[in-house]
C-alpha cells in the first residue's frame, strides 16, 4: 500500500533529493556523443541540482554542480556549448572544465585597497564535483561516496540489455521535453507498469499491436528498484519483426491508411520489440519496435516533473533505417500515438491526491506480493520492487506511513 | 536552419492575401475542432512536421509529429478522434505577421507567428504555445493548399502534451 502523502508531501520531496539523489545512487547525466570535442558540455539536473558535463582539454570527462562557489549564481546559462572557460557573469569568477577555479576578479585588490584575504586558496573554492562512471557511453554521476561501483549498482539484467542496446556508437537524434504536473515517482511507476500498456494506450490494441497477452518479461534481477520489461513478436513466424502488424494477436478496430508508422525492421534475432529499462532513480532506455532513446525524469517539485525524450540511432544506421526510425517517432514523445496518454492519467492522479489532502493509498498486487521476476506481463511486481528500493533508501519501514516517519 | 532564412522574390497583395486565408482557415479548423478538414489543406504528398525550436537550432530532429502524407494526417486525426485520451481543452489560435516570398517554380514561402492560449475544463486560460510557421504553398485550381508546414515551437518544453495538431 503506498499512502498517496509521498507524491504530494514538500518535506518528502526534499528528504528525496537528499537521499535519493544526492544518495548513494547513479544518475544519468548524458552520452559522450553529446560532448565529443574538449571543451564541449552540457547542462542537466541531478534531482533538482542543477549540473554541467564537460568534457576537458585531454578528453576527459567531467561533472560538477553550476552553482559559483562565490555568491552561488549559476554560472553556466547554455543548454550545451564549447568554451575553454566558464565565466560566473555576476563577479567574473572562472572555472575550468573540471569546476576548477581559475579566476578570481581583484583577488589582490586594488592599489593596495581590498582583495580577498591573504589565505584565500582557490583550490577551496572549486565547484562540487561528481564521481563519474561510463558504461557504453552513457555517462552516470553519484554525489556520495558509498555508492557501489556502476555495475554492481545496475546488476546483470540492466548490464546485458545496455549492452545489447548501446553498445554500436550512437548519434543523439534530438530532445523532447515535457512539463508534467505530477509527481516524479508516478512516472517511474508508469514505466514499471506492464498493467496499463495494452489498457491505457488504446492505440496499441485498436490499431492491432501489442496486448498483455504477448510474450514478454519483467526481470530485475539483483536489484528490485531497477526493471527491465520487454516484449517479443511471434517467435516462430518467419514475419516476426517484420511489421508490427504482423504481431498483432487479433483482429484491429482501425487500419491505418499510412503504415509506413509501423513499417518495423527486425533489429534482434529473438524477436524483441520492446524493452522499457528503467534504472533508480530516474533513468530509462526504452526500445520501442526501431525507436531508441533515453528518458530522464528530472524532479521539479512534489508535483511537477520534466520528462527530457533523448533520441538516438545508430551512427551506421542506413538511410531507410533511420527514416523507419523518424517514423515510428510518431508513436512516442509529447505527441506520441503510445505516449501521450501518460501525462494526461498521471496529472489525474496528482490532482485526485490533493482532493484527498493525501489521505488513502495505493494498491499495488496484479502478479503477487512480492519481488520475483516475471516471465509475463500481467504484473505490477516491478513497482513494488522500485518502492522496497525506494523504502530502503529513505529509510521508510515498509508499512510506515511515510509522511509521518520523518 | 535558423529563422533568419533570406527572402525570396516579391508577391503580389492578393497573393499573399490568399496564403494569409489558408492560415487563418486552418487556424479556424482546428480552433473548431473540425479535424476532419485538417488534412485537406495539404496536397497528398504534403509534409506536416512539429520541430520544436531547441533541435531546429542545434540541427537535430527531434520532431514532435513527422508526417509526409496526408495519408499520415489521416491516420492523427483517426487517432485523436477515436482512440487516444488526453486532457480536455479547447485551443485558440493567433496567427500574425504572414509574410510571403516567392520561392519560383509555383512555390510561395509563408512565415508566420502563432500563439496557442489553451483552456482546460475548468475553464482557465494559459498560454499553451508559441512559435513559428515556415509554410510552402502551391495553388493547386487556384486554391493555395500546404506543400509543408513545418512549426517550430519556441515552447520546447511542452505542458502537459500535444494531441490536437498546432
Known amino acids: 500500500m503506498i499512502p498517496y502523502g509521498v507524491y504530494i508531501d514538500q518535506d518528502i520531496f526534499d528528504l528525496e533529493m537528499e537521499r535519493i539523489f544526492r544518495g548513494p545512487t547513479w544518475n544519468y547525466l548524458g552520452h559522450e556523443s553529446e560532448v565529443p570535442e574538449p571543451g564541449d558540455f552540457v547542462t542537466t539536473t541531478v534531482g533538482t541540482t542543477p549540473v554541467v558535463l564537460n568534457r576537458g582539454r585531454d578528453g576527459t570527462i567531467h561533472a560538477f554542480v553550476n552553482r559559483c562557489a562565490h555568491r552561488g549564481a549559476m554560472v553556466v546559462r547554455e543548454s550545451h556549448g564549447n568554451t575553454k572557460v566558464h565565466t560566473c557573469i555576476y563577479h567574473q569568477w572562472s572555472y575550468d572544465h573540471a569546476g576548477g577555479l581559475v579566476g578570481v576578479p581583484y583577488r589582490k585588490g586594488v592599489h593596495g585597497n581590498g582583495g580577498f584575504p591573504e589565505d584565500f586558496e582557490p583550490k577551496e573554492h572549486c ?10 557511453g552513457i555517462v552516470f554521476g553519484t554525489f556520495s561516496d558509498s555508492t557501489p561501483p556502476l555495475l554492481d549498482y545496475m546488476g546483470t539484467p540492466l548490464r546485458e540489455r545496455i549492452d545489447m542496446l548501446c553498445s554500436r556508437p550512437i548519434k543523439v537524434t534530438g530532445y523532447q521535453r515535457q512539463e508534467i504536473r505530477g509527481n516524479w515517482k508516478l512516472y517511474v511507476e508508469n514505466v514499471k507498469d506492464c498493467y496499463h500498456g495494452s489498457l491505457l494506450h488504446s492505440f496499441n490494441s485498436c490499431f492491432g499491436m501489442f496486448r498483455s497477452t504477448q510474450r514478454g518479461s519483467a526481470v530485475m534481477g ?5 526493471s527491465v520489461l520487454t516484449t517479443y513478436g511471434v517467435a516462430d513466424s518467419e514475419n516476426v519483426g517484420e511489421n508490427l502488424g504482423a504481431v498483432a494477436t487479433h483482429k484491429p478496430k482501425f487500419e491505418l491508411e499510412d503504415s509506413s508508422v509501423v513499417d518495423v525492421f527486425r533489429e534482434h534475432a529473438d524477436g524483441m520489440v520492446t524493452t522499457i ?15 531508441l532513446g533515453f528518458r530522464l525524469i528530472r524532479p521539479l517539485g512534489p508535483d511537477t516533473f520534466e520528462l527530457v525524450w533523448i533520441n538516438f540511432e545508430y551512427l551506421d544506421d542506413e538511410p531507410w533505417q533511420s527514416e523507419a526510425r523518424r517514423k515510428q517517432g510518431n ?20 490532482q485526485a491526491f490533493h482532493g484527498e489532502q493525501g489521505s488513502g493509498h495505493a494498491f499495488i498486487e496484479l502478479g503477487g506480493r512480492e519481488f520475483e521476476d516475471q516471465d509475463h506481463l500481467v504484473t505490477e511486481v516491478p513497482i513494488r520492487g522500485f518502492w522496497k528500493g525506494y523504502c530502503e533508501i529513505m529509510g521508510f519501514a515498509a508499512g510506515d506511513s511515510g509522511a509521518t516517519s520523518t | ?13 492578393e497573393i499573399a492575401e490568399q496564403i494569409a486565408a489558408l492560415n487563418y482557415r486552418y487556424a479556424q479548423a482546428l480552433d473548431d475542432r473540425r479535424l476532419d478538414d485538417w488534412p485537406e489543406f495539404f496536397l497528398d504528398d504534403g509534409r506536416y512536421i512539429i520541430h520544436p525550436r531547441e533541435n531546429r537550432d542545434r540541427g537535430l530532429e527531434g520532431y514532435w509529429i513527422y508526417c509526409d502524407s496526408k495519408r ?32 519560383g517554380d509555383g512555390v510561395y514561402i509563408a512565415r508566420s507567428n502563432y500563439s496557442i492560449v489553451q483552456t482546460n475544463s475548468g475553464g482557465r486560460s494559459a498560454i499553451f504555445s508559441v512559435g513559428a510557421y515556415v509554410d510552402q504553398v502551391v495553388f493547386i485550381d487556384e486554391e493555395p493548399k500546404f506543400q509543408e508546414k513545418i512549426v517550430i515551437p519556441d515552447t520546447f518544453t511542452v505542458s502537459p502534451l500535444v494531441a490536437i495538431p498546432l
Open chain 1, 222 to 226: 539483483e536489484h528490485a528498484y531497477h
Open chain 2, 72 to 103: 499520415m494526417m489521416l491516420d492523427r486525426v483517426l487517432s485523436i478522434k477515436e482512440v487516444n485520451l488526453y486532457n480536455i481543452h479547447y485551443n485558440r489560435r493567433a496567427i500574425s505577421n504572414i509574410l510571403v516570398t516567392d520561392a
Open chain 1, 331 to 350: 508513436l512516442l514523445g509529447p505527441a506520441g500515438y503510445l505516449s501521450m496518454e501518460d501525462a494526461e492519467a498521471l496529472e489525474l492522479a496528482q
Open chain 1, 127 to 136: 565547484l562540487e564535483t561528481l564521481r563519474l562512471e561510463v558504461f557504453n
Open chain 1, 277 to 291: 529499462l528503467t534504472m533508480f532513480p530516474g533513468f530509462v532506455l526504452a526500445q520501442i519496435a526501431n525507436h
Open chain 2, 1 to 13: 536552419m535558423t529563422l533568419t532564412e533570406s527572402a525570396g522574390g516579391r508577391v503580389t497583395a
